[in-house]
């Protein structure tokens, strides 16, 4: 029986799912939880105060270029790593909880290097781990799945009417 844990992520958003097969006769993708970014959702006037990305008033009313861009940017990496690290943390959990041996991560290329550099599952030599580097987030669960069926990582759904008729 094919078994996998699959994180599916970015810079916003994770979604992680488990597969096995023979459950369900569909064999469809089950979501277990979906993380969000906090830190993505905050207004960029909540993370560093300044009028605009970039901008400064001067005494004269004039705008001129700051350092206030660099600020934003490094506090906007700083939340992408932390929630990478979050995303990292539960996905350990689940591994372990249910004993995948097999673990898939489809990310964003910018999310998968946060998530490779935090300690933990991605590190592990007793798991087998795929990952592919696109954002494939917005995708739905049955869109995902025959994505990776695709690749051939996982069996393909059985549609609903061939499901029916066995």
Known sequence: MKRACIAVVDALRARLYTYEEG???THQLSEKQDLVNAG???KVGDMVSNNEPGMDVSPGGARARSQTDDH?????????????REIVENIERLVNEDGFRHLIVVASP???????????????????IDEI???LAKLT?????????????IPARVRLATARAR
Do not use: C, I, N, Y
């Open 133 to 135: 580097s696109r954002d």
């Open 23 to 25: 459950g369900d006769p």
């Open 40 to 42: 993505r959702r905050l």
């Open 141 to 153: 669960s049955s869109q995902l799945h025959d994505h990776l069926a695709s690749m051939k990582l």
């Open 110 to 128: 910018k999310m998968l290097g946060l998530m490779r550099q935090a300690d933990g599952v991605l590190h592990r030599p007793d798991l087998t």
């Open 72 to 84: 934003r940017d490094a506090k906007v990496e700083e939340m992408d790593s932390k929630f990478a």
